[in-house]
């Protein structure tokens, strides 16, 4: 099956995000089996080498750059313009901000000139490039990553939306625009049960599918030997505001506690491209902000506990996924959780669980204190892994989807 894969992030090296990660690796199983063409946006920071990178692992890449705001469509002027758009059309800005007619033109010569036989959106952004009447004619697939609408919700109950003026005004319209975009594709692809069930309430007919993230075990291989000590460990990228606010979180509420009553304690901030407001935690007593680093399994496999204090964020998250798969010890809130049977009856203790500051505490100290405790940990959760969040088993659910 000829397949046309759309993806606005450009998905290489799989090692930028969890946007980036899931495309490479649902293109790379995909590639084994199928012709797959490749259309993507290239920013400033993707150089020639990582193009490259791309081109050998598809049959066909197309890329274009980015649109770059200009005097007309950036400032305020032309956030104003999009969010009349908004209104009247129903597109975010944001997804306007990344539309290319240039890309659209491509889009829509590759299907008149049968280039494809299916086609993916590879996160909601790209929806905007499916015509609704494609339907007719062939597969179409959106591959959600999580609810937009969800997300928006949640930042404000939780009290971390960037800015809560802006998307108390935009709930309702992504509530509106997100049931629009459903009914455009054969089947929607979800990451988590609980993202099914909030997209199956924008349109009880779709079909949606859930298909949760792997690991890549040559990355994340599992460490040999548990260090001890009392080093916390946090991943991901540090410019996602999810992220900035669980290092914030993490940094400035948890780890004070745990200095407290183990002095020596210490905390890495380790993914790439970290803003202001985390580089600034590096001057916090024991906390190292490392920006950008050539392998996280080294930075895990160091720490005594990796904490994923996400406070908003749908879908599975891969860097839960990523610190079983390593062998470490972690403890997460429900967030971080998300989508995974990590306690409970009948289910074996793979995590500790925490959403309040004494939680953490209370669960850091249980760990810092227990190395029996961490080693369950470590093996439940790599087993978990190994038997339930493997590529392999996301690429053929894909697969199936894609051709059944």
């Not at 540090?238 to 009553?261: G, K």
């Not at 803003?275 to 590096?282: D, G, I, K, N, R």
Request: charged share 25%; with cysteine; proline share 7%.
């Amino acid at each position: 099956m000829k397949i046309l894969m759309i993806s606005s992030t450009f998905p290489y090296p799989p090692t930028k995000g969890g946007t980036q990660v899931r495309t490479f690796n649902l293109l790379k199983y995909l590639s084994q089996r199928h012709p797959i063409t490749v259309v993507t946006q290239r920013t400033p920071d993707v150089t020639d080498e990582e193009v490259e990178g791309l081109r050998q692992c598809v049959d066909r890449l197309q890329v274009f750059p980015r649109p770059q705001p200009d005097g007309a469509t950036g400032g305020a002027i032309g956030k104003v313009g999009r969010f009349g758009k908004f209104l009247l059309q129903g597109t975010p800005p944001g997804v306007l901000s990344a539309y290319s007619r240039a890309l659209q033109s491509w889009i829509d010569e590759a299907v008149g000139d049968g280039t494809c036989e299916a086609i993916t959106c590879e996160h909601s952004v790209n929806e905007i490039y499916v015509r609704p009447e494609w339907k007719q004619r062939f597969k179409t697939v959106v591959n959600v990553h999580s609810s937009v609408y969800g997300t928006c919700k949640q930042q404000l109950e939780t009290g971390t939306a960037e800015k809560p003026l802006r998307d108390r005004i935009n709930l309702p319209l992504l509530y509106r625009y997100e049931r629009q975009y459903c009914s455009k594709f054969d089947r929607i692809v979800a990451t988590t049960p609980e993202d099914s069930v909030q997209l199956q309430e924008f349109n009880p007919d779709a079909r949606i599918e859930v298909i949760p993230n792997g690991v890549d075990f040559g990355e994340f291989p599992c460490r040999t030997a548990d260090p001890g000590g009392h080093h916390l460990t946090f991943i991901g990228a540090m410019d996602n505001i999810a992220n900035i606010d669980a290092a914030r979180f993490l940094t400035l509420e948890v780890l004070p506690e745990i200095q407290r009553r183990y002095p020596d304690s210490s905390l890495s901030l380790v993914g790439a491209r970290p803003v202001p407001e985390v580089s600034e935690l590096a001057d916090r007593p024991g906390v190292n902000v490392t920006g950008r680093v050539p392998s996280m399994a080294e930075y895990l496999h160091q720490a005594t506990v990796c904490v994923i204090p996400m406070r908003t964020g749908f879908g599975i998250k891969n860097k839960t996924l990523e610190a079983m798969a390593a062998g470490v010890p972690v403890v997460a809130s429900d967030r971080g959780l998300e989508g995974l049977a990590v306690d409970g009856e009948g289910v074996p203790l793979r995590a500790l669980r925490a959403n309040r500051v004494d939680e953490y505490v209370a669960a850091i100290t249980r760990l810092f204190e227990d190395a029996e405790l961490r080693g369950q940990l470590a093996e439940n959760g790599r087993s978990l892994v190994e038997t339930e969040y493997t590529w392999e088993r996301a690429g053929r659910r894909y697969e199936q989807i894609l051709i059944g």
